[in-house]
């Protein structure tokens, strides 16, 4: 009988220890859980707060730009007549090449323009 106290008591103080390893329970996240903040020495409140490089913004070749806007309006105006073609059950085989080559205008286009 001694024993199972002895044992009982002993699992208590350990618990009572080991809850003191966890960090505290902060206020619910938006998902209703409970979360754990750090504290101590590494916590983030207690370094100072080191600020982000700047992006480097690259120059924009605005000659190339304009070729390749150029050529996607060139591309897109061609496009209408070889879809109703397409209707009629005529499809052109430069069809498929031209929609990849609009695509992938547009796309360099949007990443150039978009940095």
């Known amino acids: ?11 208590l103080v350990g618990a009572v220890l080991l809850s003191g390893q966890y960090p505290p329970i902060s206020a ?29 913004r690259r120059k924009i070749d605005t000659e190339q730009i304009k070729r390749d806007a150029d050529e996607l309006a ?15 059950g005529v499809i052109s085989k430069d069809l498929t090449e031209r929609l990849k080559r609009i695509e992938k205008l547009a796309k360099q286009l949007r990443r150039e323009l978009n940095p």
């Open 1 to 11: 009988m001694r024993a199972r106290f002895l044992v009982v008591a002993a699992m």
């Open 28 to 56: 619910s996240n938006p998902n209703g859980f409970p979360t754990r903040t750090r504290v101590g020495r590494n916590s983030p409140t207690d370094q100072p707060q080191e600020e982000k490089p700047q992006p480097v």
């Open 74 to 88: 060139k591309l897109t105006e061609e496009v209408p007549p070889d879809v109703e073609r397409a209707g009629k």
